[in-house]
């Protein structure tokens, strides 16, 4: 099995820090990149970077100039952490080349799935995303939906928390790995973990009703936790904000999930 934790490398040529392909997960849709760029560093792909596949460039936190299928945006963003506000993003159609240029220290996650060309290039302002609280106690997060099912895209869902220290998320346990619609939708999913302060960690379990996956993972800053299927639970330890970034994609565009049935009562 694909070890489902990876760690950040030492930022590379283009300031790449993670590199998450179908083919490095062991699975068919996701990928997800993760560049930390320096102010007037460029990061730029040709169309045939990722043939096939559209791209969703969030900017975790910093301005960038983004240029790309027929966009000239001089400045994009306006939170300097994933902690504040939401994100502005930019979705690209497949053989869409782009350049996006850091006027501060910028966070750019790099977000794709298999598509066809269906929809154009357009910015995604930070006021356009909804924004939600699930959960009740120790079981509250802040909920904003970059890219739900309702927006346009072929097979891209984005979504990003903000948990409180001591707080769940992803909470009471639920999958989303069995074509059952519509009762449930198999989604792939990564989790990009950030901590405030950042020394601190979170725990993730991944694990499915037969245990064949049964792991239980300490994610720290700019880990990633993939989950190919099963649930998937976070805990944030008290003292430490955490913020994750999530990236679905499967055969159907539809978020449908199945909550852990010992856990069940928890949602009455």
């Not at 501060?104 to 995303?129: K, Q």
């Not at 001591?166 to 999913?189: A, M, N, Q, V």
């Not at 904000?241 to 852990?260: C, H, I, K, S």
Request: overall charge negative; glycine content about 10%; proline content about 9%.
């Amino acid at each position: 099995m694909t070890d489902l934790l990876v760690k950040p490398n030492q930022p590379d040529a283009d300031g790449r820090i993670l590199h998450i392909t179908p083919q490095s997960a062991g699975w068919g849709h996701v990928g997800f990149d993760l560049h930390l760029l320096a102010p007037g560093q460029t990061l730029q792909r040709g169309p045939e970077a990722m043939p096939g596949r559209e791209i969703l460039l969030v900017l975790v936190g910093g301005l960038g100039a983004v240029r790309a299928g027929g966009l000239d945006l001089a400045s994009v963003g306006g939170r300097m952490t994933p902690f504040d506000d939401a994100p502005h993003s930019v979705y690209l159609p497949p053989g869409t080349g782009f350049a996006v240029t850091a006027l501060t220290p910028l966070e750019l996650a790099v977000c794709s799935a298999p598509a066809t060309g269906l929809y154009p290039p357009r910015l995604i302002r930070a006021e356009e995303v909804e924004k939600l609280t699930r959960g009740t106690g120790t079981n509250t997060r802040h909920v904003r939906n970059i890219l739900p099912e309702t927006a346009q895209a072929e097979a891209l869902l984005v979504v990003e928390s903000v948990t409180p220290g001591g707080h769940w998320s992803s909470y009471p346990p639920h999958k989303h790995d069995t074509d059952d619609l519509p009762r449930e939708s198999r989604l792939e999913e990564t989790y990009y973990h950030r901590l405030r302060p950042e020394q601190g960690y979170a725990l993730q379990r991944v694990y499915t009703d037969d245990r064949s996956i049964d792991e239980t993972m300490a994610a720290y800053d700019r880990n990633v936790v993939l989950v190919p299927r099963g649930y998937h639970p976070v805990a944030a330890p008290y003292g430490f904000d955490l913020y994750y970034l999530n990236v679905m994609a499967g055969p159907v565009r539809t978020w449908r999930f199945q909550t852990e049935a010992s856990h069940a009562f928890l949602m009455a």
